[in-house]
């Protein structure tokens, strides 16, 4: 069944979720892009769920966004999940970040979507097209929000997409390590075999 399109009215009170003060994230990047704390402003990608920048990519839209997941299982999914497998010798990085004061998002989760007419399929579904359509609408209609929480379709692990309303300066890298460091590879490997990805570790 298709996604439905975004209305021209979204409801007044969204659900919003807030990511507390402490919370960790965690995310894969690549340093050619910028550090830990870049978002990406090229968009929006093929397969990229919430990229809520204006069609076509390079456009010179304003708006940028920065994924993450709450747990290093979750990241490692919803990174190379669709790619199938984790390479070592990959240019990617790992980064823990703390966050240090709260954040608003729209939630995404459970029931919360049923208020836009939609249910979990806007998580799991391949049609990033529309759901980038949502995620502009999103971000059009409440100006306040920065970002969105929802469940990865690779391992039903919590995500986050924060937008440009979101001061990165309001977390801290706790971890920035080469994707292959000894002090992070172990365990990175160990969430890939819960994935079921191939590993390549020459």
Request: proline share 8%; aromatic share 8%.
């Amino acid at each position: 069944m298709t996604l439905p399109s975004p209305p021209a009215v979204l409801p007044p009170r969204p659900k919003l979720y807030e990511i507390a003060a402490g919370d960790l994230l965690v995310r894969f990047y690549n340093p050619a892009h910028g550090g830990w704390n870049a978002r990406r402003s090229y968009g929006p990608l093929p397969g990229l769920r919430f990229d809520h920048h204006l069609p076509p990519p390079g456009s010179g839209s304003d708006r940028s966004v920065w994924y993450a997941a709450t747990s290093l299982l979750g990241a490692v999914a919803e990174a190379f999940g669709n790619l199938g497998f984790i390479d070592r010798g990959s240019s990617r990085r790992v980064c823990v970040a703390r966050v240090r004061e709260p954040i608003a998002v729209l939630d995404m989760i459970g029931a919360a979507p049923r208020a836009f007419g939609l249910d979990q399929r806007i998580a799991t579904s391949r049609e990033y097209e529309r759901c980038q359509e949502w995620a502009r609408a999103l971000y059009e209609g409440y100006p306040k929000i920065r970002g969105l929480r929802w469940r990865g379709r690779q391992a039903g692990a919590v995500c986050f997409a924060l937008n440009d309303r979101t001061d990165l300066s309001s977390l801290e890298a706790l971890i920035d390590r080469n994707l292959g460091d000894p002090e992070v590879w172990p365990r990175i490997v160990r969430a890939a075999r819960r994935c079921h990805l191939q590993i390549v570790a020459l």
